[in-house]
Nanobody, 121 residues
Framework: QVQLVESGGGLVQPGGSLRLSCAASGFTFSSYAMSWYRQAPGKERELVARTTSAGGITNYADSVKGRFTISRDNAKNTMYLQMNSLKPEDTAVYYC??????????????WGQGTQVTVSS
């Protein structure tokens, strides 16, 4: 069965760093584009970063450009989000999302359960 399991969240002070991981299983990871989304209380879920199936192309929300780096290791079926210079407004539940690249519009993709990131003094 398909599983996406996020880890690495926690409490960090402003200016600190965290690295999130998303471990995937139950599908052909290397055929799927992967994304990180986040959702803060009372806010809509928003796209943070995205990477193509081979990791060759990345996209970032303007709010995290220069601070966050998305990457993936297809041999380990794992995606990462390195978060530096964290700000209180980065506080949210972070989710990983997988969606096939071929005929992507025919599928809804897979979601993880999320990991909490809290940036506070």
């Amino acid at each position: 069965q398909v599983q996406l399991v996020e880890s690495g969240g926690g409490l960090v002070q402003p200016g600190g760093s965290l690295r999130l991981s998303c471990a995937a299983s139950g599908f052909t990871f290397s055929s799927y584009a992967m994304s990180w989304y986040r959702q803060a209380p009372g806010k809509e879920r928003e796209l943070v970063a995205r990477t193509t199936s081979a990791g060759g192309i990345t996209n970032y929300a303007d709010s995290v450009k220069g601070r966050f780096t998305i990457s993936r290791d297809n041999a380990k079926n794992t995606m990462y989000l390195q978060m530096n210079s964290l700000k209180p407004e980065d506080t949210a539940v972070y989710y990983c999302y997988a969606r096939r690249e071929v005929e992507w519009w025919t599928t809804s993709g897979y979601w993880g359960q999320g990991t909490q990131v809290t940036v506070s003094s």
